[in-house]
């Protein structure tokens, strides 16, 4: 209540500055204009103190007479009110100011662009739609009302408004978003895989393809697809090319790298190819996954000198739990229990850490995500580097 009172003082301040330059310019009703404001001023305040703020609203509204100097105190008010999340009174104040047959055409839009504010923060997204493709169609506050309406269409999972509203900002704003339109085509060829329709799902991934060629997302789902439809040879040329558009996300197919071989009848493969991107990857994934290999082909003694070669050249507590629990089975006695002891340190290490990081807004956790869910950011989530992560 009193951290109301003192956002109102302001605005009640402003109504009777505004009160008193009307009343010079009116000489002939000065005094009783001063009467009435003084007394609904005070008015106002009382029902503040009395902890009536809706009543004291209604009074500082009357107040300011809506004309062309007292516009902007209204709109503050409004946009007061909504950043305090009270957004039913940011509805009543701009819808009020709307009304007024006294507004200019700028008055009016900027009312109208507060005002589908106000119904997008309520979550009254149809009303906030309208009121957008409305100041669209004025040709006022043109990128503000499209940047909205991208929202409004990926809450709603509209991706083909979606793509064809981004194509129409990135005209106005200059900048085009190609890299977001694919996201929003890998996204429809997800809804296509759920319903089981891999064609569509493959057209859509060839579009998101011509809109960003670099799309991690739309080869990993071209793989899975191939292996789905039983041709393993796309299947890996799709998963390999993960790797060339960005190597960090390697750990994400590295599992179905190794299907892709051991289905072709080469089960070695994914060590030579694995091998042959190890100086530009720094993480420790593909170097587990190449021991595993040597593992099975020359057994545990030269896996564990593989992987330790490869901490020494790029420390990780991933790798080094690999090591402590392999020697486990190598071991008895107290070197055993020693052993028991260090394998639980570097669990506690690794525990609840997370493995993706935005790096737009710093948000973390363990599920990939193509669109941040801190900032909203498309392709900002990338797998943690470091030496308690990959």
């Not at 309520?122 to 009121?131: K, M, N, P, S, Y």
């Not at 009302?145 to 005209?171: C, F, M, N, P, S």
């Not at 901490?311 to 392999?326: A, C, F, H, N, Y």
């Not at 990081?357 to 948000?363: D, I, K, L, S």
Request: glycine content about 6%.
């Amino acid at each position: 209540m009193q951290e109301l009172l003192w956002l109102l003082l302001p605005v009640a301040a402003a109504s009777g500055w505004f009160a008193a330059r009307r009343s010079l310019a009116r000489e002939q009703d000065r005094h009783k204009r001063g009467k009435d404001l003084n007394i609904d001023y005070f008015k106002g305040l009382n029902y503040l103190l009395d902890e009536q703020p809706d009543k004291a609203i209604e009074v500082f509204i009357r107040m300011v007479e809506v004309d062309s100097e007292t516009v902007e105190t209204h709109l503050a008010l409004g946009n007061l009110f909504r950043r305090r999340g009270e957004v039913d009174r940011a509805i009543r104040i701009h819808q009020n100011l709307i009304a007024r047959p006294t507004l200019s055409h700028e008055q009016r839009t900027h009312a109208l662009l507060e005002l589908a504010e106000d119904y997008m923060r309520a979550g009254v997204l149809d009303r906030a739609e309208g009121l957008f493709l409305e100041l669209i169609e004025r040709k006022a506050y043109t990128r503000r009302a499209l940047e909205h309406l991208v929202d409004i269409y990926q809450q709603e999972q509209d991706w083909d408004k979606a793509i064809t509203v981004t194509r129409q900002l990135g005209e106005v704003s200059g900048k085009a978003h190609n890299d977001v339109i694919a996201q929003y085509y890998c996204e429809m060829a997800e809804q296509a895989l759920d319903n089981g329709d891999l064609s569509n799902a493959m057209q859509m991934l060839k579009r998101a393809g011509g809109y960003d060629r670099n799309c991690v997302r739309a080869s990993i789902l071209r793989g899975n697809i191939e292996l789905k439809r039983g041709d393993i040879k796309a299947a890996l040329k799709a998963y390999k090319r993960v790797a060339d558009q960005d190597i960090e996300f390697l750990p994400e197919v590295l599992p179905q790298l190794e299907t892709c071989y051991e289905r072709l009848g080469d089960p070695t493969g994914i060590v030579s190819y694995l091998m042959s991107i190890l100086p530009r990857y720094t993480g420790i994934s593909a170097i587990l996954a190449v021991a595993e290999q040597i593992r099975k082909q020359n057994g545990d003694k030269e896996a564990m000198k593989f992987v330790i070669e490869q901490l020494g050249r790029r420390p990780s507590v991933k790798g080094l739990k690999w090591v402590i629990e392999l020697s486990l089975e190598h071991s008895k006695g107290e070197a055993r229990n020693n052993l028991n002891i260090l394998d639980e340190l570097t669990s506690k290490l690794l525990e609840g850490k997370p493995v993706y990081r935005c790096t737009q807004c710093g948000f973390s956790g363990k599920s990939l995500h193509w669109q941040c869910p801190g900032c909203k950011q498309w392709n900002s989530v990338k797998p943690i580097q470091g030496v308690e992560a990959e």
